[in-house]
């Protein structure tokens, strides 16, 4: 299931990041990998706030929905 659609509070793994390699390399540098646990912290106006790795990243919800969970 993609990120974009996760329910607010519920915390899930990566399983994959996809889109072009320029993407994947982006949100693997926000730390966006494979096996990381992340949690949405808050949805408004299309973009996605998640907390991974005790921090906070605001992306959109096309971004989003590139990462599976």
């Not at 299931?1 to 390699?21: F, H, N, S, Y």
């Not at 990998?33 to 992306?59: H, L, P, Q, Y």
Request: net charge positive.
């Amino acid at each position: 299931m993609p990120l974009a659609m996760v329910d607010l509070g519920r915390e899930d793994t990566i399983v994959k990041v996809l889109g072009k390699e320029e993407t994947r390399r982006f949100l693997e540098n926000l730390g966006f990998v494979a096996g990381a646990i992340v949690t949405v912290v808050a949805s408004m106006g299309g973009n996605v706030i998640v907390s991974i790795k005790e921090s906070r990243v605001a992306i959109s919800r096309e971004m989003a929905m590139k990462i599976m969970v």
